[in-house]
């Protein structure tokens, strides 16, 4: 019998390459980088001219610019529980703190743990899942990441300048800061210069170790939030008056000369970027691995231009962020995506990607953008609802944006030819002014239905090491 042996070639090298595809591009990886009050701007590539971002603006190029990607509250805390639940804060009764409008060293309150976070999801479908940075969703044992899903945690409970030297510290009177490796307290008043570079070490040994996947890599940065730190091997450039400055803080902080070095504080989250997408890159995971980098909120020292607003704001400035999403062979590379999508829609996303079950005895408010993001479908989101703590501020409907104080409408919008909300139209536009009014009835009465309660603990207590 004569054998054909470049066919017997083919054949053998077809298999191999479809086993290859079989074993490479199984469950697929997932990143999520969340930095802290970085405005819309405060990436070169969203066009900040007083920024350098190569890494990420490289991201861009290799996937895709999201332009209306927003979070759910222009805050640290329920910004952050809409992204681990895919929910509205005020479905899920995380919209404000006890006693102030976030999260605070020693809270009785926390996320609670009947919640099913996207590491908990993920972790139900045979995912490692990994935590970096700052959680703000409770500090009490009960309300840590651990508890929540997360294999490992690095990172602080609550933003850095909750501590004894904050601006209002007479006022506040913050306990020493704690870092936590996993569940202990590993250090109290931890060098903040250096946690950038803390935080991506770990993740880049994350990534390592759990090389054969699948795994979940949440990096939420503390920084830029004031005050803002910057490692020593990222001052290059910055003044001799202020590194003097800064080396005669002595016990307190200089948050006006920290301002000063914000862009080397975003120069380092880029580096940050690179060391992860490199990482990626060096084991072989780069096309098994959807990365995405966004913010929390709106900035309190950046640029959002040419939003209106900031941190704390229900405008754009305060709630559309800085967003690229990049997976190689999967979402188009070089896109500009204007569609309305938000940090809820990432759980249920991750989730259909991973065969992942959604607990079905819950209202979940995320919807999947896969087909968004690979098709450039249209948004699946009628309406998206702008909060200020647990009162509706804003709903926006398609390129129409209405404010509201109550039930009365204040201001209309056309954020297709108005990205600045700078020409109110409410005038003359009552038909689109009562449809937008009905989402938030509708909204409204759907959260009064489905509302879900934080949980509390008795005698909180800080987290101080032994």
């Known amino acids: 019998m004569k054998i054909n042996f470049h066919f017997l070639l083919f054949i053998i090298l077809l298999s191999s390459h479809a086993f290859s595809q079989k074993t490479n591009k199984g469950k697929p990886n997932f990143v999520v980088i969340f930095t802290d009050d970085q405005g819309y701007a405060d990436l070169s590539c969203f066009g900040g001219d007083h920024v350098y971002t190569p890494n990420i603006d490289k991201m861009a190029e290799e996937g895709a610019k999201l332009t209306s990607f ?107 800061l704690p870092l936590l490796d996993g569940e202990t307290v590993v250090e109290m008043d931890p060098d903040a210069d250096y946690l950038t570079q803390r935080i991506t070490e770990r993740a880049v040994g994350f990534i390592e170790k759990n090389k054969v996947g699948p795994f979940f890599l949440y990096v939420p940065h503390p920084i830029p939030h004031r005050p803002i730190h910057v490692s020593p091997s990222f001052m290059d450039g910055v003044s001799d008056e202020i590194l003097e400055a800064l080396k005669n803080e002595n016990n307190g902080v200089d948050y006006k000369t920290r301002d000063k070095i914000y862009t080397n504080a975003i120069s380092e989250i880029d580096w940050s970027v ?65 569609e309305l999508l938000t940090a809820m829609d990432l759980l249920p996303t991750f989730a259909k990607l991973a065969g992942a079950a959604i607990h079905a005895d819950r209202v979940m408010d995320g919807k999947d953008i896969m087909p968004v993001l690979i098709d450039k479908g249209k948004s699946p989101h009628k309406a998206f609802f702008y909060h200020k703590g647990n009162v509706l501020a804003a709903v926006r409907s398609g390129i129409w944006k209405l404010h509201v104080d109550g039930d009365k409408p204040v201001a209309l919008y056309n954020l297709e030819s108005d990205i600045s909300e700078s020409k109110d ?42």
Request: hydrophobic letters at 35%; aromatic letters at 10%; one cysteine or more.
């Open 70 to 176: 927003y979070v759910a509250a222009p805050l640290c805390t329920p910004s952050r529980a809409a992204l681990m639940t895919g929910s509205y804060p005020a479905r899920v009764d995380m919209a404000v703190g006890v006693d102030f409008p976030v999260l605070l060293a020693g809270d009785s309150k926390g996320l609670n743990p009947d919640e099913i976070t996207m590491a908990e999801v993920l972790k139900s479908a045979g995912y490692k899942t990994g935590m970096f940075g700052k959680w703000h969703l409770g500090d009490q044992p009960e309300f840590l990441p651990t508890r929540q899903g997360f294999d490992e945690f690095f990172g602080l409970p609550y933003s850095h300048d909750i501590h004894p030297f904050h601006t209002n510290q007479k006022k506040y009177n913050f306990p020493s």
């Open 274 to 338: 690179g060391q992860i997408l490199g990482a990626l890159k060096k084991h072989g995971l780069d096309e098994n691995t959807l990365v995405i980098f966004t913010s929390d909120n709106g900035p309190s020292k950046g640029l959002a231009t040419p939003l209106r607003g900031k941190k704390g704001s229900t405008f754009e400035g305060g709630m559309r962020m800085p967003t690229v999403v990049r997976w190689p062979g999967i979402i188009p590379a070089a896109q500009v995506n204007n």
């Open 425 to 466: 139209v409410i005038q003359g536009n009552g038909k689109i002014v009562d449809q937008l009014l009905a989402h938030i009835e509708v909204f409204q009465e759907d959260i009064l239905n489905n509302y879900r309660s934080a949980a509390y603990v008795e005698n909180p207590k800080p987290l101080t090491k032994n």
